[in-house]
């Protein structure tokens, strides 16, 4: 597959697991400076990674929820907590992701990550509630 159609599908993926406005705004936010980057994340990570046999995509936002609660990521971590209710994710699942994080990735990162589900999952209902 070329780097063209690898690019494509990647973004067909990052907009089903992202959200189009998200997508729309990270598009919009490309320079010269990252242009490079952002096409390598989306051919790579959004095709290459998202789109490989193997996995759910369920399976796959557990996992980069668990690594963003690990590495402290919080921006990319709140923006997964989104991501993972559209591939199938419960506020159950997320909390049981969280309760097992606090074991392996800290206690003090796990009730951190709390507080950010938390503010996510208050913004997504704010906004199902506007319609």
Do not use: C
């Amino acid at each position: 597959m070329d780097d063209k159609t690898r690019y494509e599908n990647g973004l067909k993926t990052r907009r089903a697991v992202l959200g189009d406005a998200h997508v729309d705004r990270a598009t919009a936010g490309i320079t010269d400076f990252n242009r490079d980057f952002q096409a390598f994340i989306t051919r790579t990570a959004w095709n290459d990674i998202w789109n490989r046999p193997g996995l759910s995509r369920r399976e796959r936002s557990l996992i980069v929820l668990s690594i963003t609660v690990a590495l402290g990521a919080w921006g990319e971590f709140r923006l997964h907590v989104r991501a993972a209710f559209n591939n199938g994710l419960t506020q159950e699942d997320i909390k049981e992701l969280l309760i097992q994080a606090a074991v392996y990735a800290g206690v003090p990162a796990a009730n951190h990550a709390f507080k950010e589900a938390a503010s996510v999952i208050a913004e997504i209902e704010a906004e199902k509630a506007k319609g």
